[in-house]
């Protein structure tokens, strides 16, 4: 199964949702071979962007990275229009995935030395060539990707976030976040104590549960005494934006002496996408192809 569900609690001014993700995820991660570790932080990135980029309604790519010095390098899910997404790791170079312990927590992956950071970056749609995306960067802090990100919506945006993730073989996770007083004001039946009744429910969630279940499941054992407005419902799937033209334009931006160079010395240049796996084979005369002007390859 994979589906989203947002909710509403009007008296507490909060919003929410919850994830599961099932064939879209081993879909996103099937051809990147991940030690058991790496997969499963593949799986609370993925959960993480795509509630992240339900939160925040934004009208572009939502990105969420984090990078260290740990046997993973960098991890990143994004996250577009219509839940479309894709995420991958990046093992550093000198990682033996076979000798990565299945069990390794957060700094164990990314974060030994304690420099790890984490960023959001918002790409929003027919963007200016001259205008940068959104990023916002944060130390990695917290023992565990949600505390992570809480800690980033905490110090970057000043936001009171509870986020609880779970990831194996699927993957899931619960997010609540205080919403900003419309107008400056409050709703007339506000409910001070709200917010910490909302994330000692969610707080109690089980992984199993967030692992096995759809998201109007766990939403009802969580907060059936809360009564919560259903707002929205979505299915997340498993889209790559990778291209022939895009393998192209990565050949080129290389250069014509040093592609040249390549296809001297190993007989032909291979790139191959990082997220889906996908690859493009580059001989001699394709190569020629690509720097001549008006020439298009055809082969992948």
């Not at 565990?144 to 509870?162: C, G, I, M, P, W």
């Not at 429910?201 to 907060?223: M, Q, W, Y």
């Not at 005494?225 to 192209?248: G, I, Q, W, Y």
Request: charged letters at 25%; one cysteine or more.
């Amino acid at each position: 199964m994979d589906a989203l569900q947002k909710l509403l609690f009007p008296r507490a001014n909060v919003r929410g949702e919850t994830v599961v993700l099932g064939d879209a995820l081993e879909q996103a991660v099937v051809n990147q071979n991940l030690p058991v570790a790496a997969r499963r932080l593949a799986g609370e990135m993925a959960a993480a962007a795509l509630l992240t980029a339900g939160a925040l309604q934004f009208d572009g790519t939502v990105a969420l990275q984090i990078e260290g010095d740990g046997p993973v390098r960098r991890a990143l899910a994004e996250v577009r229009p219509g839940y479309a997404f894709r995420v991958m790791v990046e093992l550093a170079a000198d990682t033996d995935p076979a000798k990565l312990d299945p069990n390794a927590k957060l700094k164990d992956l990314v974060n030994v030395s304690g420099r790890g950071r984490c960023a959001f970056i918002l790409d929003r749609a027919h963007r200016p060539a001259d205008e940068a995306p959104y990023q916002g960067v944060v130390a990695l802090e917290g023992d565990t990707l949600a505390q992570a990100l809480e800690n980033y919506f905490r110090h970057s945006e000043q936001v009171d976030t509870k986020l609880v993730l779970a990831a194996d073989k699927t993957a899931g996770g619960v997010f609540l976040q205080k919403m900003p007083a419309e107008g400056g004001k409050l709703p007339a039946d506000y409910d001070p104590e709200g917010w910490q009744r909302l994330t000692m429910f969610a707080g109690t969630v089980k992984s199993a549960e967030l692992l096995t279940l759809s998201p109007e499941d766990i939403n009802r054992r969580l907060f059936w005494e809360e009564s919560p407005l259903v707002t929205h419902e979505a299915a997340p799937h498993f889209a790559c934006t990778c291209s022939k033209a895009r393998f192209d334009d990565l050949v080129r931006s290389l250069g014509r002496e040093e592609v040249d160079a390549i296809i001297r010395e190993k007989g032909a240049l291979d790139v191959a996408c990082r997220f889906c796996g996908a690859k493009a084979h580059y001989d001699a005369i394709d190569a020629a192809a690509l720097f001549t002007p008006g020439v298009q390859t055809q082969k992948a």
